[in-house]
């Protein structure tokens, strides 16, 4: 074998080695490691030509595996240690009947090469068995629904002090996706003030002045489902492949990848690729990237390789402006006053303003009514009376594992582990301070715990909250969206 191929081989290893994903202690590292090890010790390299590298692998499994679990960290390893443009071949140790069509292969950016000439010098008993590392051979842009929504355009978003910086960042994202320095676009803020508008204008503009380019929305729970359901019908790399076509990726509330580490792992792969080849990545979180519990320390860490910029809820005056906007549009004008009343009752978010603007368009119409500030206010009182809800533990329960991205199982289980021991402890000291439960009655409805849990939950809550920030910024968040 060449020994300056060995070399560069040994090189690109070691590079793999060093960038494995970080442990949670030494014990996991290495284990990680002789994974690694059991797996690469049976891949050697066989040839270098002309930026051909060749791989000889035990069997199938091999391939599959190097791709579903290493492909990303094999990619860098290459550029790195040979330069762009590389394109891998994999020799499957087995023999292949005749009459197999001719194999493709792709380089690193994924642009379809001619198939290389077989190699003279591989070993007899080998067969050529190019695959694709990236993307199915061959494969070609699809129409894709993009669900975007219409209403959810740069001409419908109302810019204020709150979500001016966003606003400008997204902007500039939407005349050159992917070209610029905010990839991925971070987006974080409490509910309903706009993230969701924002990155689908994004996705919109690129339509509208990139029609060739393939534009993707999407919950992180469809996302999470799409996964699932090519992970029991063996699917993955198709799954990945599908996402692979995608010039402009736009994800709403990551925060929901917490905890589930396969979907994680999958969407890692999907991150690196994307960004690699220059594509727009927009992500939408209730949370900073810092504080979403549960997710790998490499997935946050490519979260803040763009720029994270926070929207907050809307001014007095910015509320105002929507409401303008949002009602001449159904030809409706609003006194001074009346525009005053409306914004001052919809203070937490967007969200509940539209809906409140919504309600009021609808009541005047069916009523025939013609609008004035006693209409406005019988009309939020009939809003607020219908959509007052009993705050209970179930309800709790609710918020804190929406809040958390968590399932009820998990907190109501016995596990100790810091990203659901928390949350499990928020929920009883709400639980104490919201409702007339008695301790031992919270013990019950959180999992059959003892009353003394509970006590001792609810005093580490109130006391930790003075000295550690980020505790008392989640009984902050928690308790508003509680309330509300």
């Not at 959810?152 to 005349?175: H, L, M, P, Q």
């Not at 029609?211 to 999407?218: A, I, R, S, W």
């Not at 009820?408 to 929920?427: D, F, H, N, V």
Request: proline share 3%; charged share 25%; net charge neutral.
């Amino acid at each position: 074998m060449d020994e300056n191929l060995m070399m560069i081989w040994q090189r690109c290893l070691q590079f793999m080695r060093d960038n494995l994903n970080a442990a949670e202690d030494n014990s996991d590292l290495k284990k990680l490691e002789k994974s690694f090890d059991l797996l690469f010790d049976k891949v050697q390299p066989i040839s270098l030509v002309d930026n051909n590298l060749t791989l000889m692998v035990p069997s199938d499994f091999y391939k599959e595996y190097i791709e579903d679990n290493y492909l990303s960290l094999l990619s860098a390893a290459l550029k790195k240690n040979i330069g762009k443009g590389v394109k891998l071949w994999y020799s499957v140790m087995e023999n292949k009947p005749s009459g197999l069509e001719k194999p493709v292969t792709m380089n690193m950016k994924g642009k379809t090469v001619p198939t290389p000439k077989m190699q003279e010098t591989m070993p007899q008993g080998f067969s050529s068995n190019i695959v694709n590392p990236f993307v199915v051979p061959g494969i070609k842009k699809v129409n894709i629904d993009s669900n975007l929504k219409a209403d959810f355009s740069f001409d419908n978003y109302v810019e204020g002090e709150s979500n001016k910086f966003a606003s400008t960042v997204a902007r500039s994202i939407a005349k050159r996706p992917g070209a610029t320095a905010f990839n991925p676009l971070f987006l974080y803020g409490g509910y309903g003030v706009g993230k969701t508008h924002l990155g689908q204008a994004v996705g919109l503009e690129v339509k509208s002045q990139f029609p060739d380019k393939v534009v993707l929305y999407l919950s992180s729970e469809k996302f999470i489902q799409q996964f699932i359901s090519a992970a029991k019908a063996h699917k993955q790399t198709e799954f990945a492949n599908f996402y692979q076509m995608v010039d402009v990726l736009i994800i709403d509330d990551i925060q929901f990848l917490s905890g589930k580490s396969a979907t994680q792992d999958s969407f890692f792969h999907i991150f690196d690729y994307l960004h690699q080849n220059g594509k727009q990545i927009i992500l939408t979180s209730d949370k900073a990237p810092v504080d979403i519990m549960d997710i790998q320390d490499r997935i946050v860490s490519r979260f803040k390789w763009g720029l994270s910029a926070e929207i907050k809820s809307p001014d007095l005056d910015t509320r105002k402006r929507i409401i303008v906007d949002k009602l001449s549009r159904d030809g409706i004008v609003l006194t001074e006053d009346m525009l005053d009343f409306l914004a001052a009752e919809a203070k937490t978010n967007v969200r509940e303003l539209i809906g409140v603007i919504n309600s009021v368009i609808a009541y005047s119409t069916i009523y025939k009514s013609d609008l004035s500030l006693e209409l406005l206010k019988e009309t939020i009182n009939k809003i607020a009376a219908n959509q007052k809800k009993i705050i209970n533990i179930p309800y709790i329960q609710e918020v804190v594992c929406e809040y958390f991205g968590i399932k009820r199982e998990q907190l109501l289980s016995k596990t100790r582990k810091r990203e659901i021991a928390l949350p499990r402890q928020l929920a009883m000291y709400f639980a104490k301070e919201f409702t007339n439960a008695t301790f031992t009655k919270i013990g019950e409805e959180m999992g059959g715990k003892d009353h003394s849990t509970v006590m001792y939950a609810c005093d580490t809550i109130k006391d930790v909250s003075k000295i550690d920030k980020e505790v008392k910024k989640y009984v902050k968040e928690l308790t508003e969206k509680i309330k509300h």
